[in-house]
């Protein structure tokens, strides 16, 4: 089953022998020890992958998948991990004891078991960070919050965007609007399609029915978001979820990678750079979306027109901050697991999987209380898709992205001139034409420092 069909049951069921087995039998996949274990097919990609390495000159498989990453050495992945371990590891102790506080107070004879989690995250929540997604809806309207996007790109680089009507789309849902710069120039074409359908692919994405490419005189993009926002009923406006608010951004975020571009080979346009980089531009533009100042200048109510009150937006900033010690600590567990399984040299004997993942979960003290965000046995990421040696890169293009929107913060003026025009020029232009590191560099004026994101997660011993 997926992950997400246990929670629900996790969190309602009162049975706690229930919760144990379902638990139980969703972290022992593929390791039962029957037909379908996984135990030995992952030791066996692993050692083949470090043999593969060391036939090319690498010492391991990480070593040859970083060479064109931003991070370039394992040491480097390592480092970052580690720094964000201890303050997450900190908080998911803090969590432990505020849902233990919990099973006293009912007077339950137990201790806090990692199957009692989502049933009593929930209670702490409820408690603590109660935040009624309802009553912020009315204030999110899908053309409201498009308003707000289109907006913080005016703000920020002068863009403009104009609702064509006279172009057929592949569907009636899809929107399209030409987008030009701030001299009046085009730059290309977006098209928004944002409502569920039966036969859509669940997600949300970004991609592009025409790149851009300087080579043989001006070729200017044609790129389109996919959401899966429910559609409007009756004759209300289509109402988002600020979790759909986030991905529109997002989503908006690779949208302006691919319409800014600005280079002379297309395969270089774009979206084209390491997997660790290129979530930064769409992840960075996620903040503008939680900044008060904005959201005050589009969420307005659609009924009454009012403006979304503070109270609201102080409700929605602190359940940002909700569970982060559980959701780093089970994500760098798994990011780690991935970083030892692809570390391993070709000399080497084929691990016990069970054996190699206890230890390397033991090395950094993780709690009994929390396991890896997937087991070896059914880390597909990572054995099954192109994410090995990669499963930081999302933490990664967080710290980007939180690092990036302090520089904005420290100035006091989120739309800054300078930087904006910076954040334009070395990112969203150059796709993949130079070193990732380099293009962040050129930003900033430094490297990435992780303070900033254990502010964002609530991560830096401020959150009670
Ligand atoms: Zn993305």
Redesign the pocket.
Same mark, same amino acid.
């Given at each position: 089953p997926h992950r997400s069909s246990m929670y629900p049951f996790l969190t309602e069921s009162n049975r706690r022998d229930l919760r144990e087995q379902l638990y139980t039998a969703y972290v022992q996949r593929g390791d039962n020890d029957n037909e379908t274990d996984n135990k030995e097919v992952a030791a066996r990609i692993a050692k083949l992958r470090a043999e593969r390495a060391q036939l090319m000159g690498y010492e391991s498989h990480a070593h040859f998948v970083l060479e064109e990453r931003m991070l370039k050495t394992p040491a480097e992945v390592y480092d970052l991990l580690m720094q964000l371990w201890k303050p997450a590891l900190e908080r998911a102790k803090v969590e432990v004891a505020d849902m233990q506080a919990v099973v006293d107070a009912e007077g339950g004879d137990f201790e806090i078991a990692a199957w009692d989690w989502w049933q009593y995250s929930e209670k702490v929540r409820v408690a603590k960070y109660d935040l009624d997604e309802a009553a912020l809806k009315p204030y999110l309207s899908l053309d409201n919050v498009l308003n707000g996007v289109f907006a913080t790109t005016n703000k920020l680089w002068g863009l403009t965007f104009t609702e064509i009507f006279d172009i057929n789309l592949y569907h009636p849902d899809a929107r399209v609007w030409e987008v030009k710069d701030k001299d009046g120039s085009h730059l290309g074409i977006f098209i928004g399609d944002y409502f569920t359908r039966s036969n859509k692919r669940g997600g949300a994405?970004?991609s592009s029915f025409r790149g851009q490419s300087n080579l043989d005189g001006s070729q200017r993009p044609i790129v389109v978001n996919v959401c899966n926002f429910p559609a409007p009923v009756g004759d209300d406006p289509a109402l988002l979820s600020f979790g759909n608010v986030t991905t529109l951004f *997002? $989503?908006f975020? *690779?949208a302006m990678h691919g319409i800014l571009t600005n280079v002379t080979y297309g395969s270089m346009a774009g979206t084209s750079g390491p997997r660790d980089f290129? $979530?930064f531009p769409?992840?960075i533009l996620e903040h503008w979306a939680s900044e008060p100042e904005i959201l005050k200048s589009f969420a307005t109510h659609y009924q009454t027109g009012e403006v979304i009150p503070d109270e609201l937006i102080d409700k929605l900033l602190k359940a940002s901050k909700f569970n982060q010690g559980f959701a780093n600590t089970e994500y760098l567990a798994a990011s780690l697991l991935d970083m030892d399984w692809h570390t391993i040299t070709a000399e080497e004997e084929l691990k016990d999987a069970d054996a190699f993942e206890e230890a390397s979960l033991t090395k950094i003290g993780l709690i009994g209380e929390i396991a890896p965000r997937y087991r070896s046995t059914y880390f597909s990421h990572i054995f099954a898709g192109g994410y090995a040696s990669g499963y930081y890169s999302y933490v990664h293009s967080a710290v980007l992205d939180s690092d990036g929107f302090a520089a904005f913060k420290a100035t006091g003026d989120v739309f800054n001139p300078e930087l904006a025009a910076k954040l334009r020029m070395h990112v969203y232009e150059k796709g993949s034409t130079e070193e990732a590191m380099e293009l962040y560099k050129q930003f900033r004026g430094r490297e990435a420092e992780i303070d900033a994101l254990l502010k964002v997660r609530g991560l830096d011993g401020s959150s009670d």
């Open positions: 994405w970004m *997002h $989503e975020g *690779h290129t $979530e769409a992840q």
